[in-house]
C-alpha cells in the first residue's frame, strides 16, 4: 500500500454541476501515467483532487496508505509535488529563488547541494540568477519543474509523488525531450511516480506507462497506450479528424491529424 495512491469513488459536485463524476483510481511508484482529454474536461480539477488540495465531495484519495486529511502539511511536501499550468508570483524572485520554495526548512549547505544537482540534471544554470518574472513562458516551466524536483528530492535523486499540469506546453522540441526523457527515467527505479497533464498526443504516446482521459468529468478510459491510443476512441473523444498510424519501426503509435 505504501507505493500506491488510491482514488476511491473521488468525486466533485460545485452547486448544481458535477465536475468530476466519481472514479476509482490507482496510481504506484514507478509509472508515468499521463491524464489526457479535451478542454475543460476536468484534467485540472483532478489534479487537485489527486494531490490533496481540493477536497472532493464523494470519495477520498489515500497516499501511501493515508487519506490526505491524515497527513501533515510538511510531511505531504516531501512526499508529493505538484507544478501548476499557471504560476504567477506574488513578489520579485530570481529563479534560484523559486527553486529553493520548496527546501527553505533545509541548512543552506543542503539546499546548495540539491539545487545544484537539479539545476544540473535540467541544465538551466544560466537562467539562475535572472528575474522570474522576465524568464519566458518555456524557461519558466523548466524553473518550475527544477522546483519540484527539489522538493522531492532524497539522496540523489527525487522520490515520491510529482504531479505536473501540461508541463511541456510552452516547451521547445529539444525541451519536450529532454524533460519527458529525465522524468521518464527518474520513475525507473521505482521511487518516484509522475502523473502528468500532457495535450500532445505523441508525447504521451512516447513516455507513457498509462494514459488515463477524462472526458466531461468522467474517467473513459485507463490503459496502456496501445489500448487508448486508437483511431476511434480518440475521434468520439475529440471530435476531431485523425489517423493513428503503427509504424512497423516504432513500439507505440503515431496520430496525425488530417487535412
Ligand atoms: N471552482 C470551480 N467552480 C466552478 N467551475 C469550475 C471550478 N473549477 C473549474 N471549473 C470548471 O470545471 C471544468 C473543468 O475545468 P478544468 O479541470 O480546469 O479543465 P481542464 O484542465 O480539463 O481543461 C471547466 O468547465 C471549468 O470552468
Ligand atoms: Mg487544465
Redesign the pocket.
Known amino acids: 500500500m505504501h507505493n500506491t495512491l488510491t482514488a476511491r469513488q473521488l468525486g466533485l459536485q460545485?452547486?448544481s454541476?458535477t465536475?468530476?463524476n466519481p472514479l476509482d483510481l490507482t496510481l504506484k511508484l514507478g509509472e508515468f501515467v499521463t491524464i489526457m482529454?479535451?478542454?475543460?474536461?476536468?484534467?485540472?480539477?483532478?489534479?487537485?483532487l489527486l494531490t490533496g488540495f481540493l477536497s472532493p465531495t464523494t470519495g477520498e484519495c489515500w497516499l501511501a496508505g493515508k487519506p490526505y486529511a491524515q497527513w501533515q502539511r510538511r510531511q505531504l511536501a516531501g512526499q508529493r509535488a505538484v507544478m501548476r499550468?499557471h504560476n504567477q508570483l506574488a513578489f520579485a524572485m530570481s529563479a534560484e529563488e523559486v527553486i529553493v520554495l520548496g527546501i527553505s526548512q533545509y541548512t543552506m549547505q543542503r539546499q546548495r547541494m540539491i539545487v545544484d544537482q537539479v539545476v544540473a540534471l535540467i541544465g538551466c544554470q544560466a537562467l539562475c540568477d535572472r528575474n522570474y518574472a522576465t524568464l519566458s513562458g518555456g524557461e519558466q516551466q523548466q524553473i518550475q519543474l527544477a522546483r519540484v524536483l527539489a522538493q522531492l528530492w532524497k539522496e540523489d535523486q527525487p522520490e515520491g509523488w510529482l504531479f505536473l499540469?501540461?508541463p511541456t506546453s510552452a516547451l521547445d522540441l529539444f525541451h519536450q525531450q529532454h524533460l519527458l526523457r529525465l522524468l521518464h527515467r527518474l520513475t525507473r527505479n521505482g521511487k518516484l511516480m509522475v502523473c502528468a497533464?500532457l495535450h500532445d498526443v505523441n508525447l504521451a504516446a512516447t513516455w507513457s506507462d498509462r494514459i488515463v482521459v477524462?472526458q466531461q468529468?468522467a474517467l473513459v478510459a485507463d490503459g496502456s497506450v496501445q489500448q487508448v491510443l486508437t483511431e476511434s476512441q480518440l475521434t468520439a473523444w475529440y471530435q476531431a479528424e485523425l489517423s493513428v498510424i503503427q509504424p512497423a519501426s516504432s513500439s507505440h503509435p503515431i496520430v496525425l491529424l488530417n487535412k
Open positions: 460545485t452547486g454541476r465536475l468530476i482529454g479535451p478542454n475543460g474536461a476536468g484534467k485540472s480539477t483532478l489534479l487537485r499550468q499540469d501540461e497533464v477524462i468529468g
